[in-house]
């Protein structure tokens, strides 16, 4: 079945350094493809998306681009900062069928001042 | 516009007991679903709801689990009853529509501890 893999955290940061959060999936068809953000002690929000082969989603500086060739879809920021310190959930949505969201487990990113 | 939202927020019951969550979707979505993240592993697909219609329970892990949405407002995830295995913060999310461009907003969650 469909099943997205993200890499293990906690990744830890300082203020202003660059952040990558690798994210593969496995997919029968053409999913879209996103990246939800639980900061503490709030819910799911979306931070970005992208539904179609080489769409780069962005938001707040993050940015990811959908590679089909290898089924990836890394979240990266150039300059990270304390207030970015939330747990990213990398996410596929199906195309056919009920077109359910399948989650990765989550990346706890941490950034110190 | 007011979000999802879900209610309580947080929930402390007893092994054997019940606890009823409920969900207010995002007005005008047809679509509502509820996921769950136990012990820290990935978010979990339960189910899905297109108005009051049940279109994919594939998720929901037992018959101690009820969900129900009459009239196709407001959602009820019923636990009855409740195991420890059962803790973790349980979703809801809706969407306008069911493609999958489309986005699903999420609540912020109810907590749920059994001890």
């Known amino acids: 079945g469909n099943s997205v893999t993200q890499m293990e955290g906690p990744v830890t940061l300082s203020e202003e350094a660059f952040l990558t959060i690798n994210c593969t999936y496995t997919a029968t068809g053409y999913p879209s493809l996103f990246w939800y953000v639980q900061y503490p002690g709030e819910g799911l929000q979306l931070l970005l998306k992208?539904?179609?082969?080489?769409d780069k989603g962005s938001n707040k500086g993050f940015e990811a681009t959908y590679r089909k060739e290898t089924t990836s879809f890394h979240l990266e920021k150039g300059s990270v900062q304390v207030s970015d310190s939330a747990v990213y959930f990398c996410a596929l949505r199906e195309n056919t069928g009920f077109q359910k969201l399948v989650f990765g487990t989550g990346t706890r990113l941490l950034v110190s001042p | 516009e007011a979000g999802v939202t879900q209610f309580p927020s947080h929930s402390v019951i007893e092994k054997g007991q019940t606890v009823t969550l409920r969900c207010d979707p995002i007005?005008?979505?047809?679509?509502l679903y509820w996921y769950r993240r136990v012990m820290g592993k990935e978010i979990k697909f339960l189910l899905h709801f297109v108005k009051e219609s049940k279109q994919d329970e594939s998720g929901m892990p037992n018959n101690r689990f009820l969900a129900e949405r009459t009239g196709g407002t407001y959602s009820t995830l019923k636990v009855q009853p409740a195991e420890l295995e059962d803790s973790g913060v349980y979703f809801c999310?809706?969407?306008?529509?069911?493609?999958?461009?489309?986005?699903?907003?999420f609540g912020e969650g109810s907590w749920l501890t059994v001890v």
């Open positions: 992208a539904t179609k082969a080489d």
């Open positions: 007005s005008g979505h047809d679509n």
């Open positions: 999310a809706s969407s306008l529509e069911g493609g999958s461009g489309n986005t699903i907003y």
